[in-house]
C-alpha cells in the first residue's frame, strides 16, 4: 500500500485502478515522455512502434488516443481496437463495443461487448445489462437475465450497475424484505464508490428513516439517521447534485439542533 509521499511510475501496459472508501484523493499526474518533441507536439511514437510489433497494450492505448482526433484518426483507431480486441485483449473490445455502440453499430457493438462480459469486464456486463434496462419503461425486473448482468458487474464494484441496482428497490413494490436490503447495501456501495445520485438517494433514505417514528425493521431509528442524511447530502453536492444544496444546508442545521 501507498503511504503519504510515495511516487509510482508505470507504462501505458499497467491495469491500474484507484478506490477512495474514505476521505479524500488527490493526485498529482505527470506524464513523461522520451524527447522534447513528443512533449511539443503530444505524440507517443514508441507505441506506434509496439503496436506495428504487435503489443496488443500498445494497440489499446494507441487506439484509446485515436479515438479523441480527426476523423481519419478515429477510423485508424477502431482498427487497432479491432486488432487488438480479436487478439484477445478485453480492454479493447469493451472500448471497441462502447465507441461502436455511440456511432449505432449496434450488432458489432453487442459482440465485442459479449466477448468482453464473458471475459468478465464490469462495465460490459452493465452495457449489456443497459440494453434489456432500457427496452421497457419501467425496466421489467422480472427478467432473469436483467438481474444476472447487473449482479455480475456489481460484484466487479461496477458503479453504475451498483446504483441502477439499488433503484429496484423504488420501483418494485413486490420485493422480498431481503431483496430490500440487498438493494440499500447495493445503493450504499455506490455511494461509497463516489456516485453522486447514490449518495443523494442515500441521504434521502437516512432522511427519512430519521422522519419516522420507527426503522423499517420495526426498531427504533438510530440516533445519527439525520447526520448520515448531512453527510450524503454533502458528498452529493460536492459532486454536483443542485438538488442537495439546499437539502445540505437545511439538514445540517436540523442535525445539530436536535
Known amino acids: 500500500p501507498f503511504d503519504c509521499g510515495d511516487l509510482a511510475v508505470h507504462q501505458y501496459d499497467l491495469l491500474h485502478g484507484v478506490q477512495v472508501f474514505a476521505g479524500k484523493r488527490y493526485s498529482m499526474v505527470f506524464w513523461i515522455q ?9 505524440e507517443t511514437p514508441w507505441k506506434e512502434v509496439a503496436a506495428s510489433a504487435g503489443n496488443v497494450d500498445a494497440m489499446a492505448a494507441r487506439a484509446s488516443e485515436l479515438s479523441r482526433g ?90 453504475m450497475a451498483l446504483l441502477l441496482l439499488s433503484t429496484r428497490g423504488a420501483t418494485c413494490r413486490d420485493m422480498s424484505s431481503q431483496d430490500k436490503e440487498m438493494a440499500e447495501q447495493r445503493l450504499s456501495e455506490a455511494a461509497q464508490l463516489g456516485i453522486p445520485e447514490a449518495q443523494y438517494g442515500l441521504g434521502l433514505l437516512h432522511l427519512s428513516r430519521g422522519n419516522k417514528g420507527r426503522a423499517p425493521n420495526g426498531e427504533p431509528p438510530r440516533a445519527d439517521e439525520k447526520l448520515q442524511a448531512v453527510n450524503n447530502f454533502r458528498a452529493a453536492a460536492l459532486n454536483g447534485i443542485v438538488d442537495c444544496d439546499a437539502a445540505w444546508l437545511y439538514m445540517m442545521q436540523e442535525a445539530w439542533s436536535a
Open 34 to 42: 522520451d524527447r522534447l518533441a513528443s512533449c511539443l507536439n503530444n
Open 70 to 159: 480527426t476523423e481519419s484518426d478515429q477510423k485508424r483507431g477502431r482498427e487497432l481496437y479491432r486488432r487488438a480486441a480479436d487478439l484477445g485483449h478485453v480492454g479493447a473490445m469493451r472500448d471497441l463495443g462502447m465507441l461502436l455502440e455511440q456511432t449505432g453499430s449496434s450488432e458489432e457493438a453487442f459482440h465485442y461487448l459479449h466477448l468482453a462480459a464473458k471475459a468478465g469486464d464490469g462495465a460490459a456486463l452493465r452495457m449489456l445489462a443497459t440494453r434489456i434496462y432500457d427496452a421497457s419503461r419501467p425496466p421489467d425486473w422480472s427478467n432473469l437475465e436483467l438481474q444476472r448482468l447487473l449482479a455480475q458487474a456489481a460484484d466487479r464494484q461496477d458503479a
